[in-house]
């Protein structure tokens, strides 16, 4: 889509969408050789990154460390682990976290060593976490300080980018549409979409608000192939407390040995895995709905993370972020049992990209948790996610550095507002927009949540293509409306997920089919791929 009436340009070499760890790490590279435009939806330190408590996963110990880092990787993705995404993540990773923690990064340290925690599926303490949980909101401070002071990067915060301007089937830029609902379009050699991920689509995440795919629905309408859309991973421990917002109790609390119990204080992780409350994070997640309603209860039974009787830990210092908010709803780690249930967190798929960045459109790139290099395969390993922006967002940025030498230099130029700025929504439109984002938020949550099943998700898909025809038709071109469009990202992500899960007749990973429960051997490393010009389809890898 183009915004009709963009009439002229700002010129950066690169653009890069999104300000989260992906975002910030590419930036810093790009803007060795060339001018950047930064753009973060909403004030620059709001993304996913910022909320990442439990901390990086990272194997600082040698070859051999790294080697488990990569079995385990790969033995959590449940047979569709790109190997050389996982060897790439985990061989870059040492020399990327030593990098970050030279331009000043604080993690944890105890008796001169970094401290490591263990979490779900490690087979041994290698997550590194920096004021006790607060890894993201660290690493995304340390590299916001660094690309302030570079000179070639503006920062343009609480803009959202409306469309991908495409010439000869390359991207040369987008248009963004600031706060006050003007558009403004930029030119650039080479885009990086670095906009996270889409836990807005369902009415239970842990993820902010900005998160609602818009860099996914944007790939998809310039064309690009979508990877593994079935895929979205359900984090096991969130707040659940009515009124409250669903927020992320650190897997890195049951490193440290806290119990999930049921009504009854028992340990029901024992009837579902040898590993209890450090198995896979997709069977932690399941066992926790089954147990919330099993037995002879005539509700939903609450299901907790206990803590209690856990010795030599001292909780409040360790997790300072979750006690002050917990505190907020009277509760406390030492003293009370904590109400969980799983909620959206992360998107194992996103737009394929090879291990340079690459997507299937030239001129558009990749990084971060918005894109699916496969590194996942079905269920991420924990605390892999941070590590995946430092080393994906750098490796894209030599790929657009090495992509775009040849290419002219780019003009510097004034921001031109365009003629498209008005906002043409009526309170019909908005109202429709709030209805129809809340309604598609439901429905994918009971049809393409923790369990799935054909009927119910071909339910959703027909109502969602109902409501997508109208969000279209209220969101016409021209009159862009912050609101609409992310109902529209909304529509075309819950879509692609859809399609995707209904085409994987298997339960594996975080996709669970009440309708095909076993796990397929022909399906080892065949992915869904999802186009607006295919639809479906898979192929392995
Ligand atoms: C957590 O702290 O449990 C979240 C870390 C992650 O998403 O891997």
């Not at 051999?64 to 995404?85: K, N, S």
């Not at 490690?122 to 660290?138: C, K, M, V």
């Amino acid at each position: 889509m183009t915004i009709p009436g963009s009439v002229a340009a700002t010129h950066v070499d690169f653009l890069v969408l999104g300000a989260g760890v992906a975002g910030l790490r590419a930036a810093l590279s790009l803007a060795e050789q060339g001018t950047v435009l930064l753009v973060a939806k909403d004030a620059v330190a709001e993304s996913n990154t910022h909320y990442a408590q439990g901390g990086i996963a990272v194997a600082m110990d040698g070859d051999a460390d790294v080697a488990l880092h990569l079995e385990d990787t790969i033995a959590a993705g449940d047979g569709l682990v790109f190997r050389p995404a996982a060897e790439a993540l985990v061989q870059d990773g040492p020399r990327r976290v030593a990098e970050l923690i030279e331009w000043g990064a604080r993690f944890d340290r105890e008796d001169g060593d970094w401290m490591r925690t263990r979490e779900g599926a490690h087979s041994r303490a290698r997550i590194l976490h920096a004021f006790g949980d607060a890894t993201g909101a660290e690493m995304g401070r340390a590299l916001r300080e660094r690309v302030r002071t570079h000179r070639k990067v503006r920062i343009a915060e609480r803009q959202m980018a409306v469309a991908l301007h495409q010439q000869d089937g390359r991207v040369v830029g987008a248009d963004l549409l600031d706060e006050s609902g003007q558009v403004h379009s930029v030119r650039a050699k080479a885009t990086l979409l670095a906009t996270g991920g889409a836990g807005q689509i369902y009415c239970e995440t842990t993820n902010p608000a900005v998160a609602t795919g818009d860099g996914l629905a944007l790939a998809l309408q310039a064309g690009a192939e979508l990877a593994d859309m079935e895929f979205y991973q359900f984090h096991p421990t969130a707040l659940h407390l009515a009124g409250a917002p669903r927020f992320l109790l650190s897997e890195a609390l049951r490193g440290e040995g806290a119990q999930l119990v049921n009504e009854r204080g028992e340990r029901f992780m024992r009837r579902h895995h040898p590993l209890l409350e450090l198995a896979p994070r997709d069977v932690v997640a399941r066992a926790i709905v089954q147990e919330s309603v099993a037995g002879d209860f005539d509700r939903q039974q609450e299901i907790y993370l206990d803590m209690r009787s856990v010795p030599g830990v001292a909780w409040n210092e360790r997790f300072p972020t979750i006690s002050a908010v917990l505190a907020r709803y009277g509760l406390s780690l030492t003293k009370n049992r904590i109400p969980v249930y799983p909620a959206a967190h992360y998107l194992m798929g996103g737009v394929r990209t090879d291990l340079a960045g690459r997507t299937t459109v030239p001129g558009l790139y990749a990084a971060g948790e918005v894109a699916a290099t496969g590194v996942h395969g079905a269920n991420r390993l924990a605390s892999n996610s941070l590590l995946e922006g430092l080393v994906f967002g750098a490796r894209a940025a030599e790929a657009m550095l090495a992509d775009t030498a040849l290419l002219p230099v780019a003009e510097d130029g004034a921001i031109f507002a365009s003629e498209c700025s008005m906002l043409a929504a009526t309170d019909a439109d908005r109202r429709f927009a709030a209805e129809s984002t809340t309604r598609m938020q439901q429905m994918l949550w009971s049809a393409a949540g923790l369990f799935r099943e054909e009927a119910t998700m071909r339910r959703a898909l027909a109502e969602l293509e109902t409501m997508a025809a109208e969000l279209r038709q209220r969101c016409r071109a021209g009159r862009p409306w912050r609101e609409g469009l992310e109902a529209m990202s909304i529509a075309a992500v819950g879509r692609a997920v859809l399609q995707c899960a209904l085409a994987r007749r298997e339960s594996r990973g975080a996709h669970a089919r009440l309708d095909h429960p076993k796990k397929l051997a022909e399906n080892e490393n065949r992915h869904t791929l999802f186009s607006l010009a295919r639809g479906v389809h898979f192929e392995q890898w």
